[in-house]
Every structure is written in structure tokens, then in C-alpha cells.
T-cell receptor, first 111, second 116 residues
Framework: LAKTTQPISMDSYEGQEVNITCSHN???????ITWYQQFPSQGPRFIIQGYKTKVTNEVASLFIPADRKSSTLSLPRVSLSDTAVYYC????????????FGKGTTLSVSS | GAVVSQHPSRVICKSGTSVKIECRSL??????MFWYRQFPKQSLMLMATSNEGSKATYEQGVEKDKFLINHASLTLSTLTVTSAHPEDSSFYIC????????????FGQGTRLTVV
């Protein structure tokens, strides 16, 4: 069973900031939080990963509260090309551990 | 970042034939590879975990005799769909993890299998 819960879908307009929240109430001490993006007929693409507090890279920010039971992916100023499915996953990051995908959030960006 | 290459990207085969899908880690050694399948508008579903040099571990409900997995080297794993049927038509995706503790998995581009 997936360990995360996300909204099924979200709509936005170009130029807006989008925040997608993920619940992971049973996250383990050793678990990282990782977000992937998937376009139709492509494999998932890594976006960002964090353990606690805030992580920022060139495409997104990840906010993780102190209790780590949830996380928020923030996409600044989305464009049409950000229309995709976004998956939040938790895992211990060990090489032999498979990632279990939940349903993901389908983000639709309109002009 | 690390690159995982999957081939072919799409394949059409006749019912009853077998199809082999390759997954290669191009710039790192992958001790473990994972195979997923994805039906339209659904999430990725883990099929099996393959470790180099040993038998794959299949998830419940996945027929190991139908989906043959071989992980003969640290850079190559193959998935063979045997005696394919139309219901096997799906998007198959591989993922690879390196020898060191890697907090990030790398995914192939996926293979669209259509059985006619």
C-alpha cells in the first residue's frame, strides 16, 4: 500500500505558484520524502527530495514541517509545460528498497 | 544525474509471441532494478525487484513464468513478456538503484507494449 495521500487533481493558470500537499502520517525516522514528475508515456522524473525543513532547487521547493507527517511541493510560476502528474513518495533511500507509488496529483495548467 | 535507458520505447506484437524489454544503467552500477507497469490514467504498479545475479522477487499477483526477469550484469536487466495477450498491453517502466545508498531512484523512459 502507498504510504502517501495527495489530492487527485489540481488546476492552475500560467504564472501562478502551485502548492501540492502530501500526507505521510506513518513516515519512518529513516524515510526521505521525494517528489517525481511524470508526463504521459514517459518515466517519472526526479524533482526534489528532502528530509526536514526546507529544500530548494532550480525547479521547486519542498517544505517539511517538524513532525514530518506532511510535505508541500511548491512550483513557482508554473507554465503549460508543468502539466503532468506529480507523485510524492517516502522511503528510506536504500538501494534495494522499491518505491511504492500512490495515485499522484494531476496538475493541469491553463493559459 | 544518472541515466537509465530502456529499449524499445514502443513495441507491437502479436498474441502468443514474446517480447523482451531491456533496461540499462548507463553511468552507474545498479545492484537492484525494479520493474513497474502502468495502465492508462493509473499509477505505477511494482511488478518485481531484480538483484544482480539472483532470482527476481515478484509482487503478489504477478506471474513469474509470464514475466521473466533477468539481471545478469550490474548494468542490464531484461523483462520478457512471454506468450503475450492483449491484456498485457501496458506501459512498462524500469528503475535502477546504485550500489551505494542512494536516496534517489532513476527511471527509464518506459516501453509501450501493444499486443494485437
Amino acid at each position: 500500500l502507498a504510504k502517501t495521500t495527495q489530492p487527485i487533481s489540481m488546476d492552475s493558470y500560467e504564472g501562478q505558484e502551485v502548492n501540492i500537499t502530501c500526507s505521510h502520517n506513518n513516515i519512518a525516522t529513516n524515510d526521505y520524502i521525494t517528489w517525481y514528475q511524470q508526463f504521459p508515456s514517459q518515466g517519472p522524473r526526479f524533482i526534489i527530495q528532502g528530509y526536514k525543513t526546507k529544500v530548494t532547487n532550480e525547479v521547486a521547493s519542498l517544505f517539511i514541517p517538524a513532525d514530518r507527517k506532511s510535505s508541500t511541493l511548491s512550483l513557482p510560476r508554473v507554465s503549460l509545460s508543468d502539466t503532468a502528474v506529480y507523485y510524492c513518495l517516502v522511503g528510506d533511500g536504500q538501494a534495494g528498497t522499491a518505491l511504492i507509488f500512490g495515485k499522484g496529483t494531476t496538475l493541469s495548467v491553463s493559459s | 544525474g544518472a541515466v537509465v535507458s530502456q529499449h524499445p520505447s514502443r513495441v507491437i506484437c502479436k498474441s502468443g509471441t514474446s517480447v523482451k524489454i531491456e533496461c540499462r544503467s548507463l553511468d552507474f552500477q545498479a545492484t537492484t532494478m525494479f520493474w513497474y507497469r502502468q495502465f492508462p490514467k493509473q499509477s505505477l504498479m511494482l511488478m518485481a525487484t531484480s538483484n544482480e545475479g539472483s532470482k527476481a522477487t515478484y509482487e503478489q499477483g504477478v506471474e513469474k513464468d509470464k514475466f521473466l526477469i533477468n539481471h545478469a550484469s550490474l548494468t542490464l536487466s531484461t523483462l520478457t513478456v512471454t506468450s503475450a495477450h492483449p491484456e498485457d498491453s501496458s506501459f512498462y517502466i524500469c528503475s535502477a538503484a546504485g550500489t551505494a545508498s542512494s536516496s534517489q531512484a532513476f527511471f527509464g523512459q518506459g516501453t509501450r507494449l501493444t499486443v494485437v
